[in-house]
């Protein structure tokens, strides 16, 4: 399998903490993508970083990569409830993507 | 503007049973896909197509096939199904054009499907 592995598989934390989640993946990559899914819906795509890139931000979520170590950390600052979801990391190689295989974050009001 | 929309949003089959899964987007996309969400396996790729007129095979194809109607549609079809194809079924395109790709996805809201 080309999935990777997201670590940890759950997360549960107090609103206003910080989240981190963290990605590994098998294959070189020219970009790796976060996406968000809420329950019962579909993915929303987050944030892209690529392969020349080791750090962005976007608001309240920064992304790290290191393609040695192939593998990618997403945080998310002062965590809210409503960012209760599950989140997902994913590469394209040659136009297929592979997703890993989650973290499911809980936010506690 | 409605994205990728799948239907039906539910259904349950038995098993040796045909159906096929629709999928729209709105979006003038080139490229589309099928995913299948199983629990603890996240999405996992079905078959995709990068363009009008193409489809390709991705991770997990087998008892699947599809169809590239048009721009805006892509099935996927179940001939016999098995139990094992018991899952949520996810539709996503995207523009394959602009510079640098990586471009995202855009995901439809699933269809749950059971086999019995």
């Known amino acids: 399998s080309q999935q990777g592995e997201e670590d940890p598989q759950a997360l549960s934390i107090q609103e206003g903490e910080n989240a981190t989640m963290n990605c590994s993946y098998k294959t070189s990559i020219n970009n790796l993508q976060w996406y968000r899914q809420n329950s019962g819906r579909g993915l929303v795509h987050l944030i892209l970083?690529?392969?020349?890139?080791r750090e962005k931000h976007s608001g309240r979520l920064r992304v790290t990569l290191d393609t040695s170590k192939k593998s990618s950390s997403l945080l998310i600052t002062a965590s809210r409830a409503a960012d209760t979801a599950s989140y997902f990391c994913?590469?394209?190689?040659?136009?297929?993507?592979?997703f890993g295989t989650g973290t499911s974050l809980t936010v506690i009001p | 503007n409605a994205g990728v929309t799948q239907t039906p949003k539910f259904q349950v089959l038995k098993t040796g049973q045909s159906m096929t899964l629709q999928c729209a987007q709105d979006?003038?996309?080139?490229?589309m896909y099928w995913y299948r969400q199983d629990p603890g396996m996240g999405l996992r790729l079905i078959y995709y197509?990068?363009?009008?007129?193409?489809?390709d095979k991705g991770e997990v194809p087998n008892g699947y096939n599809v169809s590239r109607l048009n721009k805006r549609e892509f099935s996927l079809r179940l001939e016999s199904a098995a139990p094992s194809q018991t899952s949520v079924y996810f539709c996503?395109?995207?523009?394959?054009?602009?510079?640098?790709?990586?471009?995202?996805?855009?995901f439809g809201d699933g269809t749950r499907l059971s086999i019995l």
């Open positions: 979006m003038n996309h080139n490229s």
């Open positions: 994913a590469t394209d190689p040659l136009n297929q993507f592979y």
């Open positions: 970083i690529r392969s020349n890139e």
């Open positions: 996503a395109s995207r523009t394959t054009t602009g510079t640098g790709g990586g471009q995202p996805q855009h």
């Open positions: 197509s990068a363009s009008e007129g193409t489809t």
